[in-house]
T-cell receptor, first 113, second 112 residues
Framework: AQSVTQLDSQVPVFEEAPVELRCNYS??????LFWYVQYPNQGLQLLLK??????LVKGINGFEAEFNKSQTSFHLRKPSVHISDTAEYFCAVSINYGQNFVFGPGTRLSVLP | DVKVTQSSRYLVKRTGEKVFLECVQDMDHENMFWYRQDPGLGLRLIYFSYDVKMKEKGDIPEGYSVSREKKERFSLILESASTNQTSMYLC???????????FGSGTRLTVV
């Protein structure tokens, strides 16, 4: 079965510091890759996605992610976080370009003043 | 923008009640999904549907059923609610894998 791993369940970071949230997936077939953000008591919102082409993808709110095929990774980064970035972040994979996704367990980012 | 609307943000029901969670999307998406989200367990797929009157079991269908009589509406039914079904329920839709999912705001269900 396909799986998505987010190694860090919680990441605390000070405001204006850089952050990286890690995502690895297990798939030898072609995939689409996504990062979603969930603010408290809300649904998930799409941050960014990788379909093809350039391996560096830019998303909303200053986030970016890099696709690394050899390492089957899709890590999310932001050079300077804000208090408002405090949320849970989910990595997701669409296997074989299909409409069924596999979600990672999530990483809770806490930005401290 | 695509909108996925879940009828209730918060719901409290008694054990044994039949519970209906409604989800409506306004962009003619073929594919709709129901997930539950619990702390430490992430998102778990309950049921999904690729078309009207079509349904497929996800990873945790026990205790749930679904209905898709119209393309825009996908209902999740708890036939006899139990306390272990207390959870956040998320509905999502998509027209294809490359577009990602659009999620509703979620329904936080408490069964007492």
């Amino acid at each position: 079965a396909q799986s998505v791993t987010q190694l860090d369940s919680q990441v605390p970071v000070f405001e204006e510091a850089p952050v990286e949230l890690r995502c690895n997936y297990s798939s030898s077939v072609s995939v689409y890759l996504f990062w979603y953000v969930q603010y408290p008591n809300q649904g998930l919102q799409l941050l960014l996605k990788y379909l093809s082409g350039s391996t560096l993808v830019k998303g909303i709110n200053g986030f970016e992610a890099e696709f690394n095929k050899s390492q089957t990774s899709f890590h999310l980064r932001k050079p300077s976080v804000h208090i408002s970035d405090t949320a849970e972040y989910f990595c997701a994979v669409s296997i074989n370009y299909g409409q069924n996704f596999v979600f990672g367990p999530g990483t809770r980012l806490s930005v401290l003043p | 923008d695509v909108k996925v609307t879940q009828s209730s943000r918060y719901l409290v029901k008694r054990t044994g009640e039949k519970v209906f969670l409604e989800c409506v999307q306004d962009m003619d998406h073929e594919n709709m999904f129901w997930y539950r989200q619990d702390p430490g367990l992430g998102l778990r797929l309950i049921y999904f549907s690729y078309d009207v009157k079509m349904k497929e079991k996800g990873d945790i269908p026990e205790g749930y059923s679904v209905s898709r009589e119209k393309k825009e509406r996908f209902s999740l039914i708890l036939e006899s609610a139990s306390t272990n079904q207390t959870s956040m329920y998320l509905c999502a839709s998509t027209s294809g894998g490359e577009y990602g999912y659009t999620f509703g705001s979620g329904t936080r269900l408490t069964v007492v």
